[in-house]
């Protein structure tokens, strides 16, 4: 490992990330859930440049752009079929329908860009028949369409049908998706949602993923739709988020297909709540959960009431979901706009933590998450569709004992300090999520933000909190130093959150302010994904203080997630 100096001062950052059973995709994208609009819910089966180009300016005149919602996706129909199913190119990938886009898709994301966004694109598994009757060459290669194509089985598509599956087994098969992964490149997509995965797919999946890395593009890998929870570790390693049910749209609407409004109904919303407990233990930096797209923004006759689109919006951002807006952003109403544009809530969302399920009693149901400074973010739900509802949750099950300061987040509201528990009577479909900060909670500093010698900040194992962790090269008087403030002088204690997967000590120094407090045993964990704390009490001055961990021995320090100081 080649020696890292990263001379930046600690600060507390994002929320604890729950251990998870693999490690995410190591593409270096959606550290945070993305945030943005996707064409499906709105503009359904009739995308055009037009409309892409309106909602792309509407999400920046709207000022939503400014906190966060960046990603315009072109989601399924910008194709050209015939009765055989897709049109395709000379290479045997999909044509474009240059009645739709007749600028061309390039130019559509050069607009995109222009406008300080980032642009989407959308594909399903397998390759056209088209391609394989007329026999198409695979760029770049000496292959054709009939070589990997397995005529046999047919992949799912939902608009011109028609996909046969592919034969990796032959090497011009990752060659054709490789060259379809170069050619949006070049036409400039972050974004690429594959449709239609499941378990059958592993293998289009993984070659999408190889295909995309070897563009040298930064593109957000996204899945869909109704993933197979038992596939979860897989879809965590290859991609940056995964739909884990049908969509949320309720496909109610007087207009062809269902399309038009109401676009969604609370039964749809609420059946995200068992889903998001479920697959909770997944979520974290580079790889989300998608509970599909959130319809806020057009008021009531999107199909949810104000109460239900604020315990919607709420949901979505316990979860660490996606927000990828599926309404129509050229019409927003001012109530609308205001929920979406809420600093806090979006910082709930931003935290990169999902929260877990407390409470799920009737229509009653609690989620917790805690937060890097020692704060805990809690949300209360009445889901029911009649009658008001107590839902209540005792400080001790959403994770802390002691009084704790509250602070409504729909608001911004302080509501004083309440000594054990919490309970609100709320109204059918509506919310209430707070912010209990505990008195003497902890403050948080990620190891992979501190200034490292002789290692390197690393994310190939799971468990980890924020974005990573220190892994020291295995020398003696390898260090990782971190910047800790205080308000005031005196004793604090410091939890140091380590992994060692040997089974020999790795003592390290402990030294404050360039004095040395002690020398720690960092003993084995049993393996690199399991942490441990070790907790000691150091006295520091008032402001900023260092805390440097020095190995000792030839072996270097244990893995350093954080440190908390409290």
Known sequence: MRAVFAALALTATCLTVPAAPAAASDNGLSIRPAMGWSSWSFVRRWPDETKMKAQADALVSSGLADKGYVYVNLDDFYQKCDSNGFVVDNYGRWAVDSAKFPSGIKALADYVHAKGLKFGFYVTPGIAKNAVTANKPIEGTSYHAKDIADTSQTHKNYNCKNMYRLNYSHPGAQAFINSWADQMASWGVDYLKIDGVDASTVADVEAWDKALRQTGRPINFALSNNLPIAQATTWKRLANSWRT???????????????????????????????????????????????????????????????????????????????????DLTALTSVDLAMLKNDRLIAVNQDGVAAQRVVNSGVNQVWRKREANGDYIIALYNTGTSGNSTVSVTWAQAGFTGPAAVTNLWSGASEGTIASSYSATLRPGETRLIRARPA???????????????????????????????????????????????????SRTVTIRYANGTSVNRPMTVAVNGAAVQTRDFPGTGDWDTWADATLTVSLNAGANTVRLTGTTANGGPNVDYLDVS
Do not use: K
């Open 440 to 490: 003497g909670a902890a403050t948080r500093y990620e190891a992979e933000n501190a200034t490292i010698s002789q290692g390197a900040a690393e994310s190939n194992h799971s468990g980890f909190s924020g974005t990573g962790f220190v892994n020291a090269d295995n020398v003696t008087g390898s260090y990782v130093e971190f910047t800790v403030n205080a308000a005031e002088a005196g």
């Open 245 to 327: 049910q049908g969509d949320v749209e309720c496909y109610c609407g007087s207009g062809p297909n269902g399309s038009g409004y109401p676009l969604t109904d609370w039964s749809h919303v609420v059946s995200r709540f068992n889903s998001a407990a479920s697959w909770q233990q997944y979520a974290g930096p580079g790889g989300w959960n998608d509970y599909d797209s959130l319809q806020i923004g057009n008021g009531d006759q999107v199909g949810l009431t104000a109460d239900q689109r604020r315990s919607h919006m709420t949901h979505w951002a316990m979860a660490a979901s996606p927000l990828l807006l599926g309404t």
